[in-house]
């Protein structure tokens, strides 16, 4: 049975990822946040929000092969506009401070 999470979009949010089993088979929340927000750090150009989010997801699958998942390595990732002017802020730094808030509720797909 699929595993269905629930979480609250605002203004607030910075985006959402989808990775398959292969991506979080080698990777936590906290390895992936830490890649994503790396580049920043690193002085990646924020000119145009869609290249960024193909490096992001480029990043993330060759960081998953590189730590050997031998599975599929697919991943979505959607940003927001605050994740483009969270990039885009020169005094806006990352952390990683607590896990992810899990609003989890299973569901059962075979009845809908």
């Known amino acids: 049975m699929p595993c269905v999470n629930f979480i609250k979009i605002d203004e607030k949010s910075d985006f959402i990822l989808l990775g398959c089993d292969g991506i979080y088979d080698r990777l936590d929340n ?19 929000i869609h290249k960024l989010c193909a490096t992001i997801t480029d990043a993330i699958i060759k960081f ?37 808030q899990d609003y989890q509720e299973n569901i059962d797909l075979s009845e809908m």
């Open 30 to 48: 906290e390895k992936i946040l830490n890649k994503i927000w790396s580049l920043k750090k690193k002085g990646t150009p924020i000119n145009d």
């Open 64 to 100: 998953s092969m590189k730590k050997d998942s031998v599975d599929n390595v697919s991943v979505i990732f959607i940003a927001f506009n605050n994740f483009e002017n969270k990039m885009k802020d020169p005094d806006f730094e990352y952390h990683y401070q607590t896990k992810c």
